[in-house]
C-alpha cells in the first residue's frame, strides 16, 4: 500500500529524495516514517512525522536529512542532504498508528559510494 521511489546511486556529499506515496485514508491518520537497513545491521528509524506535522530524526542524521509531507498528495519525503557511505542502505517507508495495523513499503537502495 505504500509505494517508494527516489533511491539511487550518488557520491558523498551529494542529495537524493525519497518520495512514499500511501492511501489518503492510511495518511491522514498515520504517522509517516522512514527507516533504513544496512547489510548486517537491525532496521533503524531515521525520521518520523506525525499527522499534524511533528516531527523527529535520529541523531545521525540531524542537520543533514528532512522530514516532510504533502497532505494533498498523500505523499512523504526524505531530503537527504550531506549524504556519508555510513548512509548506505535500504530505505523503508511506514505507517504506523497505536491501534491499526501497520504498513511497510517495498524498500528503496541508497547506495553513497564515489
Known amino acids: 500500500q505504500l509505494v517508494e521511489s527516489g533511491g539511487g546511486l550518488v557520491q558523498p556529499g551529494g542529495s537524493l529524495r525519497l518520495s512514499c506515496a500511501a492511501p489518503?485514508?492510511?495518511?491522514?491518520?498515520?504517522?509517516m516514517n522512514w527507516y533504513r537497513q544496512a547489510p548486517g545491521k537491525q532496521r533503524e528509524l531515521v525520521a518520523g512525522?506525525?499527522?499534524?506535522?511533528?516531527?523527529n530524526y535520529a541523531d545521525s542524521v540531524k542537520g543533514r536529512f528532512t522530514i516532510s509531507r504533502d497532505n494533498a498528495k498523500n505523499t512523504v519525503y526524505l531530503q537527504m542532504n550531506s549524504l556519508k557511505p555510513e548512509d548506505t542502505a535500504v530505505y523503508y517507508c511506514?505507517?504506523?498508528?497505536?491501534?491499526?495495523?501497520?504498513?511497510w513499503g517495498q524498500g528503496t537502495q541508497v547506495t553513497v559510494s564515489s
Open positions: 512525522i506525525t499527522s499534524s506535522g511533528s516531527t
Open positions: 489518503g485514508n492510511i495518511f491522514s491518520i498515520y504517522r
Open positions: 511506514n505507517a504506523a498508528h497505536p491501534i491499526f495495523t501497520g504498513y
